[in-house]
């Protein structure tokens, strides 16, 4: 299954990826720290160290296997994360101006937002961000 949305760092490394699913739109986002679920924003699922947190509450299932019920093949969007086809997009991350922390590449529109870790100028990006994840929820 091919992301429609992609997240990178300034350094080139991919932290979050979205993906249209049968259940709707999954968001998976990674970092050293925690992993990230989010299906239909209903269903966040956060796992921190050996916790998961789903909703505010912590559960006894990993978020991957609770998760699986909604979206079978999870563990081969996991394994396959760090992975992007569009090598290019990547490279020129490096080379965006140096305000630019991350962008997130969203696919299907063929846009790549901006993000300089400032709330007020990144309101408008986030706000194109949520229109569009939106548009795949279930």
């Known amino acids: 299954m ?3 949305l992609v997240g990178i760092t300034r350094e080139g490394k991919i932290f979050e ?6 259940a709707g739109f999954l968001d998976i986002q990674l970092s050293s720290e925690y992993s990230s679920f989010s299906l239909n ?3 966040t699922c956060i796992k921190i160290k050996n916790k998961s947190i ?3 509450d912590e559960i006894e299932v990993d978020c991957i296997n609770f998760l699986k019920r909604y979206v079978k093949c999870i563990e081969d969007l996991l394994n396959n ?7 290019e ?9 140096e305000k630019i922390k991350y962008i997130v590449y969203l ?6 937002l901006p993000f300089v870790g400032e709330e007020e100028m990144d309101s408008l990006s986030f706000k194109i961000l949520r229109d569009y994840k939106e548009r795949f929820y279930k």
């Open 81 to 87: 994360f760090y992975h992007c086809n569009n090598k």
């Open 41 to 43: 924003d209903k269903i």
């Open 17 to 22: 990826k979205g993906f249209a699913t049968s």
């Open 2 to 4: 091919e992301p429609i």
């Open 107 to 112: 696919k299907e529109d063929e846009i790549i």
């Open 54 to 56: 789903l909703n505010g």
């Open 89 to 97: 997009l990547i490279e020129n991350v490096k080379f965006l101006n």
